[in-house]
């Protein structure tokens, strides 16, 4: 029988295969046999499989100076990776110049028909009749809603060539001033109020250049696991979220960062009266430590809607 002296030092990057019976160019081909073999057993022993992937979006930029200064804190200090400009909001010319403040950031146009807060109120860009109320507002609901009877979109005379007007009218206001757009995304849902909506909205994307949909890249939704009416409450339901996540599937979270301000403790409607609290603890959860420290265990890869794109 043959025998080998296999010497392996991974200090000094040395490895030698000796075999009395064998030449130097039999031993030297051994020795890089050997050597793959090390190399591929090494890949197998540390392969880890792909992480999960997670879009963190917020919501109505433009609504409140108080949404505007929590949104940009959390793109900046926090682990939102997308933003959703509401463009006929009345803080719109603010968000576009915070935006200017962070030009990587991935912005989407947040199409909007409606106007829900009850002390404060935007109106379409266009002239287009069938969405506005009697004072010229949008609507305040999208949908019947027991508190406002007979205020909402769905409940009155809307026509499609209006919403596709308006939409028009505030993606090519949106472009102007937004040089990081690549996406659109519905406000209350508005994107989806009818088949034809959502055809027409598909084409716009299209036409626009602003075609990234998490739908056509397997992405799931998710929500917080658990209460979540306080700060508190929120990060640790978002953690338990985080803690399902599987390897290799891609997540979008979905919510509204905000200040427990004078100012955004003003802006309401009936159904909804805790939005400072609320919206205050979505910043508080994007930008807690706690949240950072599970993301970097689990390896979970944030990423934007432009990433979904390649």
Same mark, same amino acid.
């Given at each position: 029988k043959t025998a080998y002296e296999i010497r392996l030092s991974l200090v000094g990057s040395e490895m030698c295969i000796r075999d009395s019976s064998k030449s130097w160019v039999e031993e030297f081909i051994l020795m890089r046999h050997f050597a793959v073999l090390v190399l591929v057993l090494g890949n197998v022993a540390f392969a880890q499989p792909e992480p999960p992937r997670l879009i963190v979006r917020g919501d109505d930029m433009g609504a409140s100076h108080a949404?505007?200064?929590? !949104?940009?804190?959390?793109?900046?200090?926090?682990?939102?990776?997308?933003?959703?400009?509401?463009?006929?909001s009345p803080w719109f010319p603010e968000a576009v110049k915070m935006l200017a403040e962070i030009p990587t950031a991935d912005v989407?146009?947040?199409?909007?028909?409606?106007?829900?807060?009850?002390?404060?109120?935007?109106?379409?860009?266009?002239?287009?009749?069938s969405l506005r109320d009697t004072d010229g507002y949008?609507?305040?609901? !999208?949908?019947?809603n027991g508190n406002y009877p007979g205020r909402a979109l769905k409940e009155n005379n809307w026509q499609l060539a209006d919403v596709e007007k308006e939409f028009r009218a505030q993606i090519e206001l949106a472009k102007r001033y937004i040089p990081q757009l690549s996406h659109l995304s519905g406000h209350m849902g508005c994107s989806g109020i009818s088949d034809e909506v959502k055809v027409l909205v598909r084409e716009l994307a299209i036409e626009y250049r602003l075609d990234i949909a998490p739908e056509d890249s397997s992405v799931k939704s998710v929500g917080y696991t658990g209460a979540h009416e306080t700060s508190a409450q929120k990060i640790e339901s978002f953690i338990r979220t985080l803690e399902s996540f599987e390897p290799g599937k891609t997540y979008l979270f979905v919510d509204h960062p905000g200040l427990d301000t004078p100012e955004m403790r003003a802006i309401h409607h009936i159904g909804y009266e805790d939005v400072a609290i609320d919206?205050?603890?979505?910043?508080?959860?994007?930008?807690?430590?706690?949240?950072?420290?599970?993301?970097?265990?689990?390896?979970?890869?944030? !990423?934007?809607?432009r990433d979904?794109?390649?």
């Open positions: 949404v505007n200064e929590a !949104i940009l804190q959390c793109q900046k200090d926090g682990i939102q990776t997308s933003i959703e400009v509401i463009v006929p989407g146009v947040h199409l909007a028909l409606s106007s829900e807060w009850d002390n404060v109120k935007w109106r379409p860009l266009t002239d287009c009749a949008f609507y305040p609901m !999208i949908s019947p919206r205050q603890g979505v910043t508080d959860t994007w930008t807690s430590p706690r949240v950072r420290d599970i993301i970097t265990a689990k390896r979970i890869q944030l !990423i934007s809607y979904l794109a390649n």
